[in-house]
């Protein structure tokens, strides 16, 4: 399996996880140093995240990438793309076409 095999299939995992609140998942993928943007604009952190995709938070519904490339260099993978994602946070209904850039890096043999 190549580098870029294995950073799209740590992808594939991530998503099947999130639209399925699979908090274990989550946990292993996401770095303890993890910092993303919240679907409120804030910035968010691994324990931000595990909280909203505790069962009855966050609800995907669609999760749907449509662009996506995937590039490698040394212990970095770059996933850069466009896709949708619609669901139900709390009270929050959302539909949101997205461009995002995701970056893992290769610790301890894992993405």
């Given at each position: 399996?190549?580098?870029v095999d294995?950073v799209?299939?740590?992808c ?5 996880a ?8 989550i ?19 691994k324990k ?9 938070a966050?609800?995907l519904q669609?999760?749907e990438?449509s662009e996506?490339?995937?590039i ?8 850069t793309?466009?896709?949708?994602i619609?669901?139900?946070f ?10 995002f850039?995701?970056?893992?890096i290769?610790r301890?043999?894992?993405?």
């Amino acid at each position: 399996m190549t580098d870029v095999d294995s950073v799209k299939k740590v992808c594939d995992e991530l998503k099947n996880a999130l639209l399925s609140n699979g908090t274990e998942t989550i946990h292993r993928i996401y770095a303890d140093d993890y910092q993303g943007i919240s679907i409120y604009g804030t910035v968010e952190d691994k324990k931000d995240v595990l909280k909203a995709y505790q069962p009855g938070a966050v609800d995907l519904q669609e999760y749907e990438i449509s662009e996506s490339d995937i590039i490698v260099r040394d212990r970095i993978g770059i996933v850069t793309g466009r896709g949708v994602i619609s669901g139900r946070f709390g009270e929050l209904t959302f539909k949101h076409d997205v461009r995002f850039t995701d970056i893992f890096i290769l610790r301890a043999e894992q993405w």
